[in-house]
């Protein structure tokens, strides 16, 4: 029981320290499911990692479910990758941590956006991950 109060502590924390910006914001569930998601792709090597990398293939038309972290500042670093995922149809939503984020990615650095591709191995999680993305309220 403690536990379970220590970690929506933490997570209000986390949420308290979020960009204006950063909207449609992932409940907690869905991070998880996002950060799983993150960890799978990341063991077969299918996700682009960092703002000049995702960016870079957004512009060449690959698809995926972009993970954007709400606390990076500045916010001029990635504030047009909503733009440019609504654009193309992506599917994007952001989580409260670039910490955790990066280290579900494998990588000991932080990391403040993430496109994750499909894949077969981890189809059945991406499809989840996809339909609850898509059903977040978009900004306007």
Do not use: W
Request: with cysteine; aromatic share 4%.
């Amino acid at each position: 029981m403690a536990k379970t109060k220590k970690e929506a502590a933490d997570a209000n924390e986390l949420i308290a320290h979020v960009n204006p910006i950063a909207r449609p914001l992932a409940s907690r569930k869905l991070s998880k499911k996002l950060y799983k998601c993150v960890k799978k792709a990341s063991k077969v090597k299918n996700i682009r990692r960092g703002v000049k990398e995702v960016q870079k293939f957004i512009n060449k038309g690959e698809k995926g479910i972009v993970v954007m972290a709400g606390d990076t500042l500045p916010i001029d670093v990635y504030c047009h990758l909503p733009v440019m995922c609504e654009d193309r149809s992506l599917p994007y939503a952001y989580i409260p941590s670039k910490g955790d984020l990066g280290s579900s990615a494998g990588s000991k650095r932080p990391t403040c956006v993430i496109l994750i591709k499909p894949h077969e191995d981890y189809q059945d999680a991406y499809d989840e991950c996809v339909a609850e993305v898509t059903g977040l309220p978009k900004p306007l």
